[in-house]
């Protein structure tokens, strides 16, 4: 089931969206948003360019979050997206500030 989130004034279809806390060194509890979304070669440079800032402004209408988060951890499956018709996965996790 896709769901939107919004990156900034960007929005995605993300699935496998997962909202879950981790435990920080100096012992606060963070909450972490997970989910995975496609990209495309034409998308890739806008994506890479924004995902390069780090922070953001987080939206996610169905967890009711509007919140500031910092990139946690990310993967994708292609290094390379500047073939024609390529098409990656992305996996992002985002740290909302605290």
């Known amino acids: 089931m896709n769901t939107e989130v919004q990156i900034d ?3 995605f279809a ?7 806390t981790v435990e920080r060194s100096d012992g ?10 496609k990209v495309t070669h034409e998308e890739y440079h ?12 987080l939206q996610i209408p169905q967890l009711h979050v509007d919140c500031e988060a910092d990139i946690y951890n990310y993967s ?6 500047y073939e024609k018709g390529a098409i990656g996965d992305y996996h992002l996790e985002l ?3 605290i």
């Open 95 to 97: 740290a909302k500030k």
């Open 28 to 37: 606060q509890e963070q909450q972490i948003f997970s989910f995975d979304f």
């Open 9 to 11: 004034e960007r929005i």
């Open 14 to 20: 993300v699935t496998d969206l997962r909202q879950f």
């Open 76 to 81: 994708t499956s292609l290094d390379n997206l």
């Open 46 to 57: 806008d994506v890479a360019t924004l995902l390069y800032k780090g922070s953001f402004r």
